[in-house]
């Protein structure tokens, strides 16, 4: 038995919501933790902003355990864009017009976008592995990563759980890889915590960014940058504000250059170890179970209509809390997503990615079977 439910959510009642992967969904029990936090702040915002060091410092420590990191090693940042975009202005200080960076037509486009703008001036390529639809096994998906490795390549920057398609990438095999080559990994996690284990020690990649946001549940604009202290000192701030010369704790010079960035609201942050306690309070393990079989019976259930057929191949590595079906080539994306919303109150991500409709369903504690029988239902009603 689950003990959180919908009415833990301030969701509206009336919407099947199975977007959870686009903007996460805060509970109430962790709005009103933030909402503490910025009532404090505002009762006395000189001492707030004394203490802040020492409370930052607090919050990164239970981050830093939950994700297997050093703390000092990681910095909160408001959202992963951000975190990609500081990752890709240290990039465009490490390449030259030589330079290949590796990686996959299944990224966020906002992040690519980044990625270019960052390294376009010093005329570095971005070689993009194409990644067919349906997906590969993980061994294919991997060899055709590590395949397009030259002896040019200086990074790969690869999302750990896609957004267009659902899928988690096999970023293992790929960081080990391309540590063995000298290669900069750049992992965009934005999908990942909370979502499935992290273990950052382990992984090994240079720089990692990720979302709280999302899968933790936590207050919008709040994610972190953890950037391997061998690579940190060729990490520098996008924002420069007091950095070393500020009232930081001295702890180390990536935290004191990256941390502060002028005055911001910092309630997202400081939620995050209630967010993390809370998590384990409600036995996450049995939340993931949930939302993985909610998914997993969406897209059997449209296979089984004939609608389409599951974006991975392999029904083993359906595994997430988000699944994906690809819909047959001729159907209007924008329409049956439109009507879904509008005729079936049902909110779910329906769109085009390399030309295959796709479907990308997502699951929490929040969603129940009768949203899953909604969305099959509209489904049945529109394309059968
Ligand atoms: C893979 C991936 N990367 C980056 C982002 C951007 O996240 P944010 O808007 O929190 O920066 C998203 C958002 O959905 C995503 O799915």
Redo the contacts with the bound molecule.
């Keep these: 038995m689950l003990s959180l439910q919908r009415s833990d959510w301030p969701l509206l009642p009336n919407i099947h919501f199975l977007n959870h992967?686009?903007?996460g969904a805060t509970p109430y029990a962790l709005l009103r933790t933030q909402h503490e936090w910025r009532l404090r702040l505002e009762q006395q915002p000189v001492q707030f902003h004394l203490e802040l060091p020492s409370l930052m410092a607090e919050a990164r420590t239970h981050l830093a355990q939950y994700l297997g990191c050093g703390v000092n090693d990681v910095i909160y940042v408001?959202?992963?864009?951000?975190?990609?975009n500081v990752a890709f202005h240290a990039l465009a200080r490490m390449v030259d017009a030589s330079s290949q960076i590796v990686t996959t037509d299944h990224?966020?486009g906002?992040?690519i976008r980044a990625l270019r703008n960052h390294v376009g001036p010093t005329g570095a390529s971005v070689v993009t592995v194409d990644l067919p639809i349906p997906i590969p096994s993980r061994a294919d998906v991997a060899q055709r990563i590590i395949d397009a490795f030259t002896p040019q390549t200086r990074a790969v920057f690869l999302?750990h759980?896609?957004?267009p398609t659902g899928a988690q990438m096999p970023v293992e095999e790929v960081v080990a890889e391309a540590r063995r080559r000298g290669i900069i990994s750049i992992i965009?996690g934005?999908?990942a915590p909370g979502h499935i284990a992290l273990d950052l020690a382990t992984l090994g990649a240079d720089i990692y960014t990720g979302?709280c946001?999302?899968w933790m549940c936590t207050p919008k604009g709040s994610?972190f940058l953890f950037v391997n202290p061998q690579v940190q000192e060729r990490v520098p701030p996008l924002v420069t504000s007091w950095g070393m010369d500020g009232t930081g704790l001295r702890a180390s010079a990536f935290v004191d250059e990256h941390e502060y960035l002028g005055t911001r609201d910092p309630s997202a942050f400081l939620t995050v170890p209630d967010a993390i306690a809370w998590m384990a309070r409600n036995n996450w393990p049995m939340v993931q179970l949930h939302g993985q079989h909610l998914v997993r019976m969406a897209v059997d259930a449209m296979v089984d209509d004939g609608l389409g057929v599951p974006v991975l191949t392999q029904a083993a590595e359906r595994t997430l809390q988000m699944d994906a079906a690809v819909l047959h080539a001729d159907v209007d994306v924008v329409a049956l997503k439109k009507r879904l919303y509008d005729h079936y109150a049902v909110e779910v991500v329906i769109h085009r990615w390399k030309g295959a409709p796709i479907v990308r369903v997502s699951a929490h504690a929040h969603t129940t079977q009768s949203d899953i029988d909604a969305l099959r239902s509209a489904l049945r009603t529109e394309l059968l």
């Excluded at 408001?78 to 990609?84: K, V």
């Design positions: 992967g686009s903007f408001e959202n992963s864009t951000f975190g990609c990224e966020y906002a992040c999302s759980i896609t957004s965009d934005s999908h979302n946001h999302k994610a």
